[in-house]
Nanobody, 123 residues
């Protein structure tokens, strides 16, 4: 059974930093692109960042570009999101998923999602 478990969220003041992790089990994702998504109350889940299978290509949404860094450790089947200069608008539940990248889109691969990890940024 494939599982994705996010961790590392918490409460932080604006301007602070957090590093969240996503550990995968049940299969290796070393051949898949991976991504971080977030969902704030009343909004749709949106892609924040993604990374190619070998880690050489990264994508960031405009909202987080220059502040967040995605990375992966294929030996540990784990991806990370380093979040710096956090803003109150970054408050959301953060999820990870494998991704499928085409010329026009980056979309989640798996239909099931992990529990997510809550990130709350106070002003």
């Amino acid at each position: 059974q494939v599982q994705l478990v996010e961790s590392g969220g918490g409460l932080v003041q604006a301007g602070g930093s957090l590093r969240i992790s996503c550990a995968a089990s049940g299969r290796s994702f070393s051949q898949n692109g991976m991504g971080w998504f977030r969902q704030a109350p009343g909004t749709e889940r949106q892609l924040v960042a993604s990374i190619s299978s070998n880690g050489e290509r990264e994508y960031y949404s405009e909202a987080v570009k220059g502040r967040f860094t995605i990375s992966r450790d294929n030996a540990k089947n784990t991806i990370y999101l380093q979040m710096n200069s956090l803003k109150p608008e970054d408050t959301a539940v953060y999820y990870c998923n494998a991704v499928v990248t085409t010329v026009n889109s980056i979309r989640p691969l798996l239909n099931s999602w992990g529990p997510g990890t809550q990130v709350t940024v106070s002003s």
